[in-house]
């Protein structure tokens, strides 16, 4: 088995053993869908109807809508920055709008075993889990904490 099938191995088993997955549009998110794994996932520039997750399983879209979606992502187009992605408020994303607590208390209430945030540096998740909400849920969570970074 080369590293990169050994990698998305532990990948799903990890997305499949989760009670809940949170995360940009992104492969990640695709494989904890497919693994029946609720989720909520962040778009931005991407085509939701044809990104979404595609499970049975209970999920939800949370993003911007903008008159310039979709579009190819690689540069924005219409704005200085993506405000696609920019414009999506915290609080749409986690109930409490403090992240690294609405995290803990997620963990606490789906009696989970281990928390996985997965990131990626283009998005707004990754600026909402700066080093020091990351630091927080790695002294705070009640489980173990593993970070995803592309």
Same mark, same amino acid.
């Given at each position: 088995?080369? %590293?990169?099938q050994?990698?998305?191995?532990? =990948? *799903?088993?990890?997305?499949?053993? +989760?009670?809940?997955?949170?995360?940009?549009?992104?492969?990640?998110?695709? #494989? /904890?869908? +497919?693994?029946g *794994? &609720?989720?909520? =996932? #962040?778009?931005?520039?991407?085509n @939701?109807?044809?990104?979404?997750?595609?499970? +049975?399983?209970?999920?939800?879209?949370?993003?911007?809508?903008?008159?310039?979606?979709?579009?190819?992502?690689?540069?924005? %187009?219409?704005?200085?920055? &993506?405000?696609c992605?920019?414009?999506? &408020? =915290?609080?749409? @994303?986690?109930? !409490?709008?403090? &992240?690294?607590?609405?995290?803990?208390?997620? /963990?606490?209430? !789906? $009696? +989970?075993?281990? @928390?996985?945030?997965? *990131?990626?540096?283009? $998005?707004?998740l /990754? %600026?909402?889990?700066?080093?020091?909400? @990351?630091?927080? =849920?790695?002294?705070e969570?009640?489980v173990?904490?593993? #970070?995803?970074?592309?």
């Open positions: 088995m080369s %590293a990169v050994q990698v998305l191995a532990e =990948v *799903t088993a990890l997305t499949a053993r +989760a009670r809940l997955f949170i995360g940009n549009d992104s492969g990640i998110a695709h #494989i /904890a869908a +497919a693994t *794994t &609720p989720c909520v =996932v #962040i778009f931005g520039s991407s @939701v109807t044809h990104w979404r997750p595609w499970t +049975a399983g209970p999920s939800e879209v949370v993003r911007e809508e903008l008159a310039c979606q979709p579009c190819h992502g690689y540069f924005c %187009a219409e704005f200085d920055q &993506p405000q992605i920019l414009r999506v &408020p =915290v609080e749409r @994303v986690v109930r !409490f709008g403090e &992240p690294a607590e609405e995290i803990r208390l997620e /963990a606490e209430a !789906f $009696n +989970a075993d281990l @928390v996985a945030l997965a *990131t990626s540096r283009r $998005n707004r /990754a %600026a909402m889990l700066r080093p020091g909400v @990351v630091d927080r =849920v790695i002294q969570a009640p173990p904490t593993l #970070i995803l970074r592309d």
